[in-house]
């Protein structure tokens, strides 16, 4: 009863839910890193992309045609037999969860990125509305940068937000493999890797519905205010690279400077020279995109008579761009997911942990539970007094009625038997 008054008292008890939420994020960071014991929640990718469609159709967030990332795709049968039958996606049929489902999802996310397209044909109306007047000239570039922002920026935004959907949908789904791989730890041959508290920790998981219930909804919570931030993040890049696409295109352009296609026994260490020669190799090859982008305008006509020549060139110019930034956000999709969400959300999943409050319903719950713990406990104690009370009388009785019957005993032994001659 005293350890029930003590783990009664609101104050333990969210010090308690503080403590497994805390082994529940660091058990997580196991998860990602990829376990083999964790067996709860595993998918084929067309079981996550079901499970994804059917979670946003049952809530009415999404239509249907905005998780699909073209609209040559009919319905999520042909997305997924296209990465079956196409792109031959090696993990597609085995069933994965923790970080190797999310190295999946990725690739996913990547191969969504990529299908993003600009409308087929600029219209007339466009190209010389774009085309106003202002203090200084109105340039094709000035155009361009307009119609990229009209035609290509939102369809950007709603790709990116399909990539944050999907991962946040997948950290949720590995609540139930953290708790699996917690239970498994006990009596495993990797007992001794992982922190002792994960084994008691995770029977208040599984037992306690309130604990379950406060850890997962602040689980939860994180990860909606790191999907937030995620899409505010990439959504704030998107916009610096829209508002100045030639930029974009001088920073991602590798040229001279990337990968070549070399033995390896051949690499060696750069000398000062070798270093001179790169920046010199790099600094030309943004230069010369540039050039390349300037000449693409200058050829577009000025004459009003050409506007339908115009109207092509402008229309290529736009093509062109949007394929190298749809690129290069495709590319860094996986960093972003990194960056911007799986190590900010591990990072501060802690911290939200070490925050967690009851509820006002479950402190007063146990406060009442701790009242009624303290009253049987007072109840026992009493009895236990009385108790001890009625022993203590019936030893000093036990001893006072021993005493007096050796006494007696004494008193009336039987006179010492005479010999035959004094008889």
């Known amino acids: 009863l005293e350890k029930a008054v003590t783990h009664s008292d609101p104050k333990a008890v969210v010090a308690m839910v503080r403590d497994v939420g805390v082994s529940f994020g660091h058990a997580l960071s196991f998860v990602l890193e990829g376990v083999v014991s964790a067996k709860e929640g595993r998918q084929t990718l067309e079981e996550e992309l079901i499970a994804f469609h059917d979670f946003h159709k049952s809530r009415g967030t999404y239509d249907e045609r905005d998780?699909?990332?073209?609209?040559?795709?009919?319905?999520?049968?042909?997305?997924?037999?296209?990465?079956?039958?196409?792109?031959?996606?090696?993990?597609?049929?085995?069933r994965l969860n923790g970080g190797a489902q999310f190295r999946r999802l990725m690739w996913e996310v990547e191969v969504f990125v990529r299908f993003a397209e600009v409308c087929e044909e600029v219209k007339k109306r466009d190209i010389i509305q774009a085309r106003g007047v202002a203090m200084q000239v109105v340039g094709w570039r000035d155009v361009v940068v307009k119609i990229l922002n009209k035609e290509a920026h939102l369809k950007m935004k709603a790709r990116i937000r399909y990539v944050g959907e999907r991962l946040k949908f997948f950290f949720k789904s590995?609540?139930?493999?953290?708790?699996?791989?917690?239970?498994?730890?006990r009596g495993s041959a990797d007992e001794k890797l992982y922190s002792v508290l994960y084994a008691e920790h995770v029977e208040q998981l599984k037992n306690n519905p309130m604990v379950k219930e406060?850890?997962?909804?602040?689980?939860?919570?994180?990860?909606?205010?790191?999907?937030?931030?995620?899409?505010?993040?990439?959504?704030?890049?998107?916009?610096?690279?829209?508002?100045?696409?030639?930029?974009?295109?001088?920073?991602?352009?590798?040229g001279a400077g990337g990968p070549k296609d070399e033995d390896i026994e051949d690499v060696y260490l750069p000398t000062f020279d070798d270093i001179k020669a790169r920046i010199k190799d790099e600094m030309q090859t943004g230069a010369n995109v540039e050039q390349t982008i300037n000449r693409w305008i200058a050829d577009v006509p000025e004459e009003h008579e050409k506007l339908e020549d115009a109207v092509d060139k402008c229309s290529a110019i736009l093509i062109q761009t949007f394929k190298f930034i749809r690129s290069q956000i495709a590319d860094q999709a996986g960093l972003f997911g990194e960056s911007f969400f799986k190590l900010p959300m591990l990072r501060r999943l802690e911290e939200d942990m070490c925050k967690i409050e009851l509820h006002g319903h479950h402190v007063q719950q146990h406060q009442k539970q701790q009242e009624q713990h303290e009253a049987e406990l007072q109840e026992t104690i009493t009895a236990l007094d009385d108790v001890s009370a009625c022993v203590q009388?019936?030893?000093?009785f036990a001893a006072s009625f021993g005493s007096?019957?050796?006494?007696?005993?004494?008193?009336?032994?039987?006179p010492a038997r005479r010999s035959g001659r004094q008889a």
Do not use: H
């Open 67 to 94: 998780l699909l990332p073209s609209e040559e795709f009919e319905n999520l049968k042909g997305y997924v037999d296209y990465f079956r039958d196409e792109l031959r996606c090696a993990s597609f049929d085995f």
């Open 174 to 185: 590995q609540k139930e493999a953290v708790v699996e791989f917690m239970s498994s730890i």
């Open 393 to 396: 009388k019936l030893k000093q």
């Open 214 to 254: 406060m850890v997962f909804d602040t689980f939860d919570k994180v990860v909606d205010r790191q999907f937030d931030s995620f899409v505010s993040l990439f959504q704030n890049t998107l916009c610096a690279t829209f508002n100045n696409p030639w930029l974009f295109l001088k920073r991602g352009e590798s």
């Open 404 to 414: 007096k019957k050796t006494s007696a005993t004494d008193s009336f032994s039987p």
